[in-house]
């Protein structure tokens, strides 16, 4: 048995998301969210359900926080819900929505945990959908301005501010395919949307630079993936690029290259009413940032499509692997090949990787107890090629397991599970499942033992 010890300053940390886990959706003050609606509209979650009360963590996170230091955690990403602090998008602001998150720092620093901002993972208030969203360019404004006042007056110290949280995901499965809220099924707009996220994204960067906080370091959360081919075929090869120019050059380039890939924007121009964007936009988007935050749960496996300008190509699930209870490929060697990519072609950049996780059928024994053997799997595979990234010199600085607790999974419901915790929902009772006391012995060793 061999150990494979990360760097002495290593962030271990879990990740959550506002609306899955806080529940309470009009408690002191909070307005509507597109999740709120989009949740309580007819067949669009399955089974019908909804985050109302999710983990109920709005009145119980004092009890997780706590579990959190019983793991070992010394680091926490929670995203704040943009209703709670301006329920009508913009305008005046709600002290207590911002106190809910004040009370949740401070209760992070007496566990010596350091708390990890998101201020955007999805939330946005309904008030901003009904004058067109992410596809109104004023809802970039209005994100800075909520970014400013969040940063002027959540007056404790955080130890990592992340603008978005996959800005891929807020736009074409929320304007693009319908299957995220706000449900809109149109390309063009989505891809409106996507800029507007990534213009929003940098004006708060720059709100962030001017209030100076001192040196608290400010970044964004992508979700990425290595693309491969199906085959070598050329036809293959060539959609595998396509794919990657959608999935991941899309929104990397603009932020670390100063323009969209210019084989997608003309690919777009080709298939789309899309305009490209202006001129001035292109510095406030690429403005200096501290980090990327890095989402990897799997790889995309693609073959050829019906023609040239099929920018998704058609996936296929490779034979032979192992498929998590989402239908995403075990595959850990992926992840090495993604932050090893992003040294090379965009960094050099502090790295974090802000999620990574798999769901699995979890059954709660009698006992209390949770044999995930399979999750434990999955983690130590994904961590030891994060290590051998490391090796090859990669600067990453933090691992987010997600997620903390079981929770609410967006259009799935409740059928999918994240969590190193085991939610029963009827009671709210938590349990650790071994996945959780695998991970607390990681990060006591700081390292995996393989």
């Known amino acids: 048995m061999s150990r494979l010890l990360f760097p002495d300053d290593f962030l271990w940390g879990a990740a959550t998301a506002s609306y899955q886990i806080e529940g309470s959706p009009s408690a002191d003050g909070k307005g509507e969210s597109i999740w709120d609606r989009f949740s309580h509209t007819r067949g669009n979650i399955w089974n019908e359900e909804n ?26 990403r929670f995203s704040i819900s943009w209703p709670r602090i301006f329920p009508q998008g913009g305008g005046k602001p ?57 940063f002027e007056n959540l007056d404790l110290p955080v130890e990592r501010w992340i603008t978005l949280n996959e800005p891929w995901v807020s736009a074409f499965l929320g304007y693009g395919l319908g299957v995220h809220a706000p449900g809109i099924n149109d390309f063009n707009i989505a891809l409106q949307a996507a800029h507007n996220l990534l213009l929003g994204h940098g004006l708060a960067v720059s709100s962030f630079r001017d209030i100076e906080r001192g040196n608290e370091p400010i970044g964004i959360t992508l979700n990425l993936a290595p693309v491969h081919p199906a085959s070598d075929s050329k036809a293959d090869l060539a959609q595998a690029e396509r794919a990657d120019g959608f999935m991941n050059r899309w929104f990397l380039d603009p932020l670390f290259r100063g323009s969209y890939p210019q084989d997608m924007v003309e690919l777009f121009l080709r298939s789309f009413d899309f305009a490209p964007a202006q001129e001035e936009d292109a510095g406030v988007i690429a403005a200096p940032i501290d980090f990327l935050g890095v989402n990897n749960y799997t790889r995309t496996v693609v073959r050829a499509g019906g023609s040239e300008d099929d920018f998704m190509g058609n996936p296929i699930n490779p034979p032979g692997s192992e498929y998590t209870e989402m239908g995403w490929e075990v595959y850990p060697r992926g992840i090495y090949e993604l932050l090893t990519r992003l040294h090379r072609d965009y960094g050099p950049l502090p790295l974090y990787i802000t999620e990574n996780g798999a769901a699995f059928n979890d059954e709660l024994n009698r006992d209390g107890t949770v044999d995930d053997r399979q999750r434990i799997s999955y983690l130590e595979g994904y961590l030891a090629e994060a290590w051998n990234a490391l090796q090859e010199g990669v600067p990453l600085k933090g691992y987010f397991v997600w997620t903390l607790l079981d929770n609410f999974e967006w259009s799935f419901g409740y059928s999918k599970r994240f969590g190193l915790i085991y939610v029963d929902y009827p009671t709210q009772k938590r349990y650790f499942k071994n996945s959780a006391y695998w991970y607390r012995d990681v990060i006591s060793r700081n390292g995996l033992e393989v």
Request: charged letters at 30%; proline letters at 4%.
């Open 51 to 76: 985050g109302d009360l999710a983990c109920d963590h709005y009145r119980l996170y004092r009890e997780d926080v706590r579990r959190m230091a019983d793991l070992g955690l010394n680091a926490y």
């Open 94 to 150: 709600n002290p207590e929505g911002l106190d809910f998150y004040r009370r949740l720092v401070e209760e992070l620093h007496s566990c010596k945990i350091r708390p990890a901002v998101t201020l955007y993972h999805w939330d946005l208030p309904q008030a901003l959908q009904d004058r067109g969203g992410w596809a109104n360019r004023d809802t970039a404004q209005y994100f800075g301005e909520y970014a400013a006042f969040v």
